[in-house]
């Protein structure tokens, strides 16, 4: 049999929110490649080699998922939420750019429910009008950029999504986010912290940017910040889907 190579979302944690596609795939393949959390959270069995490593060496696990693909093995990359956000699937076309010889290979990404959604359905629907989407690491682009498009997205009024937020090796970009937020939107704007969405551990929190404080925020928590129109309604948090 010829082999094939996809990209997969496993979702925020829940099995429930993994998509009947990504485990029929996960069923058929010989290969699972990944960082090693979300390799975890594969079923081991007979007949399946699962390959774990580290978080920073994306392009080579992409090469080596490649590799096997064209050596005919059946090869399934993770990525937790959706492969294509901030995560695995880049990687892939960035390893496949260098190499003609593997562009016909037979290549699928399997979409995944993203960590903001999960999130943004606990909440409510604070995503409901124009958002937008912002990782706040600065392992692949500078900080200098990150306050710019921060400053940019809150200006043109949108709601945001801020992935990575806060990691004990930048302890200090959150709290400038949070500065600039302030600035922008005022301290009423509201925010909320969604830690371990769908998971056992699952926490919701939503405060005004004055109460915020770094500290709400870690690795596994994505953060939600309103548009001006951004209001309670009774337990949940809600964005108007009108902005006239
Ligand atoms: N591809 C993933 C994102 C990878 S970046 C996706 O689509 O969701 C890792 C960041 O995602 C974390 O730092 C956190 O901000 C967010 N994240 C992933 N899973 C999460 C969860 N269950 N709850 C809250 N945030 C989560």
């Known amino acids: 049999m010829s082999g094939w190579l996809c990209i997969a979302g496993l979702g925020p944690g829940d099995p429930n929110l993994v998509t009947p596609e990504v485990t029929l795939t996960l069923e058929a393949a010989t290969d699972v490649v990944g960082y090693i959390p979300y390799v975890a959270r594969i079923a081991p069995r007979a007949g399946l080699r699962l390959h774990p490593s580290d978080n920073r060496v994306e392009l080579d ?55 903001m959604l999960a999130a943004a359905a606990s909440a409510g629907a604070p995503l409901g009008h124009d958002f937008c989407a912002i990782n706040l690491s600065d392992n692949l682009k500078p900080a200098a950029l990150i306050e710019a498009r921060v400053r940019a997205a809150a200006g043109a009024d949108f709601a945001m999504a801020f992935y990575n937020p806060r990691s004990a090796s930048r302890p200090h970009t959150f709290g400038r ?68």
């Open 61 to 115: 696990r992409a090469r080596a998922a490649i590799d096997m693909a064209a050596q005919g093995r059946r090869v399934v990359v993770v990525s937790s939420g959706d492969p294509g956000v901030f995560a695995m699937a880049s990687a892939v076309f960035e390893a496949l750019e260098n190499r003609p010889e593997w562009q016909a290979l037979d290549i699928r990404v399997l979409p995944g429910i993203t960590a």
């Open 177 to 244: 986010v949070l500065d600039i937020l302030r600035d922008t939107c005022g301290p009423d704007r509201l925010i909320s912290f969604a830690r371990a969405v769908s998971t056992p551990e699952e926490k919701l929190r939503t405060v005004t940017l004055a109460e915020a404080t770094p500290e709400m925020a870690d690795m596994r928590t994505v953060v939600i910040v309103g548009n001006s129109a951004t209001r309670r309604v009774g337990r949940f948090v809600y964005t108007p889907r009108s902005a006239l």
